[in-house]
């Protein structure tokens, strides 16, 4: 596969060099690999701390700024960051408000956030943790006990991190994120296989002709492969998958979120069948958003998140947000 890199081995290093680059807004410690917005820590606010495996970008250090999170630290490629880098994250960012950290579910990122806690703890911080949860295309996979934690991370850190910014207490912000974790589930679907920087080849065969349904941001097994369909199938395929274990009762912000290699013109052709489809299920959408945001590499393919919201969480979905990767409102 040809890559736009220098070597697998400095890929991580390099892209935080650009991102440096690109916004100055951010403190970027290369060495680090700590991600942190420039005017932390904010006086008498709630810190907002996530991370995890490079190769999801935007996700997490694209979602640093005002109005979501306060720091991020990008593991090596699929590899979970280390409890050092969490706490020195936690320590540039604390206001003495407190540090909420927000973990997808993967066995290596719980684990180093559990040791990162107690540590930070030990250092007289303040610290939450919210685990996130939303995948239901399998219980337990590769790199899990129990679902995956996917899409629903940008949902858990707009809105969790709106309310740190106006101020909520460490309590209040860490119930919202439970709550949005609650109210959130996702589906994916793979058209290829991505390639790491480190193998340069497809990480799992999936021939020619087929597609993974529920499959999961590592490319990690789903629930079945089947002949390619069409993305109104897919979208049928996708949204009941979510609707069955979600079943809303009011209405649902969507994501519609890109793997990383399938173009926009495809994704908003799809966006449009999921809002068939939940037409169709007599859902009503709140909001959408179309894009590449909780990506894998290069892979083609697409998911789909829904969190079923009431007035405060869609106040708080659309409050300000200026980040790399996500704004609107200021």
């Given at each position: ?9 400095t890929?991580?290093?390099d892209a935080l060099?650009?991102m ?9 410690d ?7 917005r ?38 090596e490629?699929?590899?979970s ?14 206001s ?5 950290f ?10 180093n ?15 939450a943790?919210?685990?996130i949860d939303?995948?239901?295309a ?6 899990t ?14 809105i ?39 193998k ?14 529920g ?12 002949a ?11 949204v009941?998958?979510v ?18 290699a399938?173009p ?18 007599k ?28 007035e405060?969480?869609l ?15 200021r």
């Amino acid at each position: 596969m040809k890559m736009l890199i220098n070597v697998a081995e400095t890929v991580v290093a390099d892209a935080l060099r650009g991102m440096a680059a690109a916004h100055p807004e951010l403190v970027v410690d290369v060495d680090n690999r700590v991600v942190v917005r420039r005017d932390a820590p904010v006086a008498g606010k709630v810190a907002l701390v996530s991370g995890g495996g490079s190769g999801h970008e935007p996700l997490h250090g694209g979602f640093v700024g005002p109005g979501m999170l306060d720091a991020a630290c990008p593991g090596e490629v699929f590899t979970s960051p280390v409890p050092d880098q969490m706490v020195r994250a936690a320590a540039a960012v604390d206001s003495g408000a407190g540090v909420l950290f927000l973990v997808k579910n993967y066995t290596g990122d719980v684990l180093n956030f559990r040791m990162a806690a107690e540590l930070a703890e030990d250092e007289g911080i303040a610290v939450a943790s919210v685990l996130i949860d939303d995948d239901v295309a399998v219980t337990d996979s590769t790199f899990t006990a129990g679902r995956r934690g996917t899409g629903a991370t940008l949902f858990v850190e707009k809105i969790a991190g709106a309310a740190a910014e106006e101020g909520a207490p460490l309590e209040r912000v860490e119930a919202l994120a439970r709550q949005v974790v609650a109210a959130s589930r996702s589906f994916g679907v793979a058209l290829t296989a991505c390639s790491t920087p480190a193998k340069g080849s497809p990480t799992f065969d999936l021939p020619a002709g087929q597609l993974e349904l529920g499959v999961g941001i590592h490319g990690e097994p789903g629930r079945e492969r089947r002949a390619m369909m069409t993305a109104r199938e897919i979208a049928e395929v996708t949204v009941d998958a979510v609707l069955d274990d979600l079943r809303p009762e009011r209405p649902v912000l969507v994501l519609v979120n890109g793997a990383g290699a399938t173009p926009l013109l495809e994704l908003y052709g799809f966006a449009a069948e999921v809002h068939q489809r939940l037409a169709d299920r007599k859902v009503a959408v709140a909001r959408t958003l179309v894009g590449n945001y909780v990506t894998s590499l290069d892979m083609a393919g697409a998911s789909v998140t829904l969190c079923q919201v009431d007035e405060e969480l869609l106040r708080l979905w659309d409050a300000p947000v200026q980040t790399a990767g996500l704004r609107w409102g200021r």
